[in-house]
Every structure is written in C-alpha cells, then in structure tokens.
C-alpha cells in the first residue's frame, strides 16, 4: 500500500504547474455530470455531442486517446501537442487539484498526495525551480471552489439515489415479503464491470445521469445538481410508480441502485464497497440477503 501524506492548507508544496503536459498522459479522470457540462461548453459542442466523442462509460470517464506522449503514454482527448489543454477553462476537478487528491471523511475534508515523494517531481522536477504555494493558494489559483461543490453535490445525489432504491426495497412491502433476490442484484452490480452496468442501465438512464436537460446552471452547480435530481425523481415516477408487484419493485430497486453506483464510480468511489456498505444498512433494517 503506497503512503498516504495528508496535507493542511497550510503547507507550503512545489504546487505551481510547469506546463510540460505529462500530467496529461496515461491517466485516469471520472467525471460527474455537471464537471461533463463544463467541458462540452469550454469545448464548443453539446453535451452529448462532447459525451460520444471525448468519453467512455456513458460519459463518467475522460478518454486518453491522444498521441503518446510522456513515457509513451496515450494523451488525454483534451491535449493539444505543444498547446496544452484545449478545454482549459472547463477542465474537470481531478485536472485542477492534481498532484493532490481530495477525500471526505464524515464531516472531515482532506487533501492528499500518494508515496513519500511529491508526485511531480518524476515527470516535472523544474517546479523546483519555480515558486511554492501553499494548499490553499493553489486551490484558489486553480479555481477550483465551484468543482469542489459540484463533486459533493453530486455525492448527494448519488446517496439519494441509493436512498430511492431503499424505499421501493424496505418501505413497498417486498423487503417484508421475504424476498433475497434485490440485494444479490445490488452485490453483482457493484461487482460488474462499468461497461456492463451501463449496458444494464440501458440508454434511455445513462443519458439521463449524463447529459440532463438542464438547461443552465454551469456558474451555480447547487442549482444544476437539485434540478437534475428532480429529473431523475420524475423518470422514476413516470417507470416505477405504479409498481405493485416484487418483480416490479425489485427492478425499480435495481435501477436506482445501479444508477447510484454508476455515479459513484464517476464520483472516484468503489461500487463494490458501496454496494456492501448499502447491503449492510438494509439487512440491518429488516432486508434479506
């Protein structure tokens, strides 16, 4: 396990971007709905026309299919050789706070770095040379506040997801049936490959976590985030709220816990421990497994 240094806003780091792009190559970015909205719009497309060409996994994930580059690496879709990010301007949370990670503990926030020594310096050692910020500085320099509500406004969304699944398990009567087949569901959903929960989901969902009609709210991603939930909340009425059978509830249970999961991996979180986490909150209330 490699070593995790937590970091207080205080500490001064060799934070300053040498813009030599090698931060830009074989790396991983998960995206949340409204960080794919920003992008779409620094980019000059729709949303759905940046999601199909520019992502993988329905639009949670950035695609590095560029030339390769550092250490012979794919490049992100976004970079431009010589040139730097395309997209600048709507560049997602993981590209402004990197070298740092950013994790919530209960109510605790941490930002953190991973091994005992700052990642940069391999592919970037002349930030030596230039000037130190500190945590705080840095967050600030690379405007990353709005990014910041967004991710955790849509943690929110992802646990009221969940917390939709739970009523048509725990509050319809099926949980109380005896049934044990919508926590298996769950359990092989977190497990499943994200390509195999998006095919679950089908189109009709994953264009609703992804690319939803809302029409504005890029400058407030509170207001975007609330709208969207009140999207999904109104395509679960109109699918599930005539369900009065298990198989029925059962599968509404399915979909908004696959959903919850999905954006979660969006979110940087594990599905399978997310699903164990929720498995173990509904035995604990009656559900059977």
């Known amino acids: 396990m490699p070593v995790t240094k937590k970091l207080a806003l205080s500490d001064i780091l060799p934070l300053t971007c040498s813009r030599s792009g090698t931060c830009c190559h074989g790396k991983t970015v998960w995206l949340n709905p409204w960080e794919l909205a920003c992008l779409a719009e620094a980019k000059g497309?729709?949303?759905?026309?940046?999601?199909?060409?520019?992502?993988?996994?329905?639009?949670?994930?950035?695609r590095f299919d560029g030339a390769p580059g550092w250490k012979q690496q794919p490049a992100c879709s976004q970079y431009a050789p010589d040139l730097g990010c395309s997209v600048h301007s709507g560049r997602p949370l993981a590209c402004r706070l990197y070298p740092l990670g950013r994790q919530r503990q209960g109510g605790e926030l941490y930002y953190l770095y991973q091994g005992s020594e700052f990642p940069c310096l391999e592919g970037c050692p002349e930030?030596?040379?230039?000037?130190?910020?500190?945590?705080?500085?840095?967050?600030?320099?690379?405007?990353?506040?709005?990014?910041?509500?967004?991710?955790?406004?849509?943690?929110?969304?992802?646990?009221?997801?969940?917390?939709?699944?739970?009523?048509?398990?725990?509050?319809?009567?099926?949980?109380?049936?005896?049934?044990r087949q919508t926590l298996r569901l769950w359990r092989e959903m977190g497990r499943a490959r994200p390509e195999r929960l998006q095919d679950r989901l089908g189109p009709e969902w994953i264009d609703l976590l992804m690319i939803p009609a809302v029409a504005d709210g890029l400058q407030d991603p509170a207001a975007?985030?609330?709208?969207?939930?009140?999207?999904?909340?109104?395509?679960?009425?109109g699918s599930f709220g005539t369900a009065d059978n298990d198989a029925d509830l059962r599968k509404a249970s399915e979909v908004m816990m696959g959903l919850a999961l999905h954006l979660g991996r969006g979110l940087g979180a594990d599905p399978a421990e997310l699903a164990e986490h929720w498995i173990k909150t509904a035995k604990e209330h009656g559900a059977l497994d």
């Open 45 to 62: 497309l729709t949303r759905r026309a940046f999601r199909d060409q520019y992502c993988d996994l329905g639009g949670i994930q950035l």
């Open 127 to 179: 930030v030596l040379d230039l000037p130190r910020l500190s945590v705080a500085a840095y967050l600030e320099a690379q405007d990353a506040k709005r990014f910041e509500v967004a991710q955790d406004e849509y943690l929110e969304v992802m646990q009221r997801l969940a917390d939709s699944a739970f009523a048509f398990l725990l509050e319809s009567g099926l949980a109380g049936s005896g049934d």
């Open 224 to 237: 975007f985030s609330r709208r969207h939930h009140e999207l999904l909340l109104l395509k679960a009425q």
